[in-house]
């Protein structure tokens, strides 16, 4: 199965934008829905976005939508999660995590992801 390493967390400030990339290596990349969860301090581990392993699917948790793109791009084994207008309220450990052959609504829920990186930290200062 692949393993995931994520890239690209940092300190912002509030309205800035920032790309998170997940690298894959060590399975069929192209098998697997794709997703981002974080983790704020003192709270659970939430569903950001994911997108169907055909890539003709995505999906966003309410306070993302219109604020966050998630893509991906097959011949770099590579998801990416582009956010823009960064909040405070933002500021987590994000985590990609893979589900073979994930689509449909399914794919907000942690339970079915098989695979995880280590996470990125995300801070947005205000």
């Known amino acids: 199965q692949v393993q995931l390493v994520e890239s690209g967390g940092g300190l912002v400030q509030t309205g800035d934008s920032l790309t998170l990339s997940c690298a894959a290596s060590?399975?069929?990349?192209?098998?697997?829905?794709m997703a981002w969860f974080r983790q704020a301090p003192g709270k659970d581990r939430s569903f950001v976005a994911g997108?169907?392993?055909?890539?003709?699917?995505?999906y966003y948790t309410d306070s993302a939508k219109g604020r966050f793109t998630i893509s991906r791009d097959n011949a770099k084994n590579t998801v990416y999660l582009q956010m823009n207008v960064l909040k405070p309220e933002d500021t987590a450990v994000y985590y990609c995590?893979?589900?073979?052959?994930?689509?449909?609504?399914?794919?907000?829920?942690?339970?079915?992801?098989?695979?995880w990186g280590s996470g990125t930290q995300v801070t947005v200062s205000s």
């Open positions: 060590g399975g069929t990349f192209s098998r697997y829905a």
């Open positions: 995590a893979a589900a073979p052959y994930g689509e449909g609504k399914g794919l907000i829920r942690w339970q079915i992801y098989r695979v």
């Open positions: 997108i169907s392993w055909r890539g003709n699917s995505t």
